[in-house]
């Protein structure tokens, strides 16, 4: 059992590196980009016989208080079999 | 006075900000960020660097050590505590201090001199400043962009917790000497009750002529000098 989080810069806050990939998609040709939001993937591996529900509660506490900060990002979390 | 400056590791101006301290004439001394306990501390100094690799985010895991729940404590009982460069990020991750830094809008990393402007003297660590004259002091990050949200900052700019903003030499405050994007040319701020501080930029690096200038002194003597003065009518925090 993984879970995967994405955390993403929120809307509102500038984000200079996905300007500057969207910037370089242009450049390169590729077409019809509106935006592009650079954030970061972890992947946590769980022990297995873990209770999928302990998890999801235990890792959106975590995402809340460390793995995003919630003034300048949100978080995606999914656990997976 | 005693000062506490917080070593974490990959803290690389812990020794610069002891050396200040000592060169203004008080004492100062390093405390790891496994210590429990800031010892007999009149005032803390977060110092700058990478604390813990900066990992994830700039102080996101610094804030969890041991010796920052010694500072919170601290705090919490009135405490001055000042947080340099990486130790603004540190605080502000630590809820202590409102807002976060991120990237720099050019995603350079600035190393430079440039230009504050004090915004107030109602402060423990601007009181002594002429608000009239522009500090030059160096800066030295990558992610140093002050983001609040815009109540946040309209709120903050009420009750006076915005103290230093990026201005030119005459101390305008315009896009070209902001170095970094951050909101409303925020370089510092403090929280409500006005005793927990932090900016980028490194007074600690300005307070000897040798250094290329002396402009950092008035923020650190403004700590101390508010400590001595203080320290006459009340008796300092318990440190934890």
Redesign the interface.
Known sequence: MKARIIVT?KK???D??GK?VQNALAHLGYTGVRAVHVGKYIEIELEPGTDRAAAQRALEDACRK??S?P??EDYYLEILD | MNVAVIQFPASNCDQDAVHAIRVLGHSAWLVWHRECALGPADAVIIPGGFSYGDYLRCGAIARFSPVMQAVRAFADQGGLVLGICNGFQVLTEAGLLPGALVRNRSLQFRCEHVFLRVEHTRSPFTWCADPGRPLRIPIAHGEGCYYADEASLDRMESNGQILWRYCDHAGALTDAANPNGSLRNIAGVSNERGNVAGLMPHPERACEPILGSSDGRVVLESMLAWLQKRGSLAPRPVAA
Do not use: D, E, G, S
């Open positions: 810069p509102a806050v500038v200079p590196q500057t460390f793995l900060n003034i300048i």
